[in-house]
């Protein structure tokens, strides 16, 4: 199915942990997000790449890289995972303005 | 600073009834307006958008309404149907052009729909 795919679904890390959270999309997006959920917060923006080859820092990038690999690969990374990142992480894709994202089903990540 | 707000953090409505869902903000550049829909453990869905320029916007059983004087905005379900219970986040853009828009999401209005 056309869409955008996270892997993985559910993860657990021990602080200071890293790990990475692979995401592909098979629209022909230019531009891909990574995003987390916490309760009462909505939904925040942590890293975006307008196009492949560019990312750019979103709202709480700290302690978050993310790789543009090519126009269907955005991947986010933890380099020292700490509980404060236990969140819902959800990529996206999308176009133009007024179109909306789509987005993946989510990362449940939790940081003991 | 929240730029998008959503003050009810859940409704409960009738099925077949009308169910009005409300945002508001404080960036009056913001130039598309969004709504999306998110059952558990699913990713959020686009529902629905507007343009600034714009007052309302239909798409079959939602109608979102902007009025910018008050800097508000409100999505319509008519009738609510027992699917529509869900989170729903309204969300705002300001242009950058280059396919990127900065969107800014609200934090969320649960609403359940009662048979």
């Known amino acids: 199915n056309a869409g955008v795919t996270q892997t993985p679904k559910f993860q657990v890390l021990k602080t200071g942990q890293s790990m990475t959270l692979q995401c592909a999309q098979d629209?022909?997006?230019?531009?891909m997000y990574w995003y987390r959920q916490d309760p009462g917060m909505g939904l925040r923006l942590i890293y975006y790449?307008?196009?492949?080859?560019?990312?750019d820092k979103g709202e709480v990038p700290n302690g978050y890289n993310v790789s543009r690999l090519n126009k269907r690969e955005f991947s986010l990374r933890l380099e020292s995972a700490a509980p404060s990142q236990t969140s819902v992480y959800f990529c996206?894709?999308?176009?133009?303005?007024?179109?909306?994202?789509?987005f993946g089903s989510g990362t449940r990540l939790t940081v003991v | 600073d929240q730029q998008v707000k959503q003050n009810s953090p859940s409704l409960s409505v009738q099925e077949g009834r009308i169910s009005i869902l409300n945002c508001d903000y404080t960036?009056?550049?913001?130039?598309?307006f969004l709504w999306y829909k998110k059952y558990p453990a699913e990713g959020p869905t686009f529902l629905i958008s507007i343009s600034s320029i714009k007052d309302k916007n239909e798409d079959g059983r939602f109608t979102v309404f902007l009025n910018k004087s008050a800097k508000h905005l409100s999505l319509h379900i008519v009738p609510s149907q027992p699917g529509d219970s869900a989170v729903y986040f309204c969300?705002?853009?300001?242009?950058?052009?280059?396919?990127?828009?900065?969107?800014?999401f609200g934090t969320g209005t649960k609403l359940q729909v009662i048979p």
């Open positions: 960036n009056s550049m913001f130039d598309y």
């Open positions: 996206a894709s999308g176009t133009g303005a007024g179109y909306g994202y789509t």
């Open positions: 969300a705002a853009s300001g242009g950058m052009g280059g396919g990127y828009q900065k969107v800014t």
């Open positions: 629209m022909n997006h230019n531009s």
């Open positions: 790449s307008a196009s492949e080859g560019t990312t």
